[in-house]
């Protein structure tokens, strides 16, 4: 498995944009699909974003849908979430995670139950 950990949080104002950061070591990393996922106060952790080990392909929350990108370089070992035109409703804490099996032909009927090893999170807080 693998073990990431998120970086590239903060303060943003509505209408901006921040890159969130998910950096594993592990040699294995490029054979692990990734998501992003995100937990508001009093909320459910969602799954916003998720990427298949090869980034070929994508999947995406209607809620982010058009405004994020997810993308990863396997030679970094690391995991992007490009978030742009921020709105208030974004603010929450961000999270990554990997499959919890590798070589996962597609990412688009992920769930949260399908992930394993989380890192830490990092925080966003967006402003009006």
């Known amino acids: 498995q693998v073990h990431p950990v998120e970086s590239g949080g903060g303060l943003a104002q509505a209408g901006g944009s921040l890159r969130l950061s998910c950096a594993a070591s592990?040699?294995?990393?490029?054979?692990?699909?990734m998501g992003w996922f995100r937990q508001a106060p009093g909320k459910e952790r969602e799954l916003i974003a998720a990427?298949?080990?090869?980034?070929?392909?994508?999947y995406y929350a209607e809620s982010v849908k058009g405004r994020f990108t997810i993308s990863r370089d396997n030679s970094k070992k690391t995991v992007y979430l490009q978030m742009n035109s921020l709105k208030p409703e974004d603010t929450a804490d961000y999270y990554c995670?990997?499959?919890?099996?590798?070589?996962?032909?597609?990412?688009?009927?992920?769930?949260?139950?399908?992930?394993?090893?989380w890192g830490q999170g990092t925080q966003v807080t967006v402003s009006s």
């Open positions: 592990e040699r294995t990393f490029s054979a692990y699909a």
């Open positions: 995670a990997a499959d919890r099996v590798t070589l996962r032909a597609g990412v688009e009927t992920m769930t949260l139950a399908d992930f394993g090893s």
């Open positions: 990427i298949s080990w090869t980034g070929g392909n994508t």
